[in-house]
């Protein structure tokens, strides 16, 4: 049977929404329609691309998660210069890196942009800093004079993993000038609206996968610098938009992956953790699917 997934931002901890995939394909069921932020971006377009959730657990386990960090050189020999380029840049890292791969792997599969790709199968969340209002990929492009079919897939990915102050934001040139864009989980990580509207019929049914322990709790943050504020007022941003919208009649249809402990940014997960995370979203999802009435 096909369904419609949506995947939630939550960048390394991106492991677990891969294991919840694989008990849902064990299931039966197949993706018509994927949407995602962030590190769901990335398991949306792979999934999309056509790889099972063993392919895409293999792909990324291959991947030194560290290569992605492709900070830019500097001449000046002091630890805080890279700090320079938060200034200058907007980011730590370039972004490169990680737009690269996941074009190599998309090409793999004969995609590049989203033309090579059916009508409304992938939707992807990012934020225009600019302009102030969330973007989705590839429906928003047509009011920024870009058309939708010409647009890299790889790109729109980039733009929604692109962590503030973390990663440098992306630069697109529109009919208005210049937008800087950023992580879609700044607006939204969690875009189950796409597909699951109040008062629009359902085209098929619409499963979502949350890195979260539920819809209610929340980990208490500890703010003691500056470091842990900018943490906590990105977590706080990025779940505020989502967490008005999901409803009781959202809930039932919605995994939840509980996965304190492991940070957003922690590219230096070890195998053994990878795994971790890899089981505990296949475990939750195979406990969902149990009494899930579609």
Known sequence: MYIDGVFSGGGIKGFALIGACEEIENKGLRFARVAGTSAGSIVAALIAAGYTSKEIYQLLDELDLSKLLDARKTLIPFPFAKWLFVYWKLGLYKGNELEKWICEKLEAKGLRTFADLPPQSLRVIGSDLSNGQMIVFPDDLQKYGISPGSFPIAKAIRISCSIPYFFEPVKMRSMDGINVLVDGGVLSNFPMWLFDKE?????????????????????????????????ALFETMKDA?????????????????????????????TEESKRELYDIGKEKAKQFLKTWGY
């Open 199 to 231: 008062n629009v019929q359902k085209i098929r049914p619409v499963l979502g996968i949350k890195l979260t322990s539920s819809e209610y709790e929340h980990e208490k943050h500890k703010i003691k610098n500056a470091i842990q504020l900018f943490g």
């Open 241 to 269: 938009h989502d967490s008005r919208y999901i409803s009781k009649k959202h809930v039932k249809n919605i995994i939840f992956i509980p996965t304190e402990g492991v940070l957003s940014m922690e590219f230096q997960l």
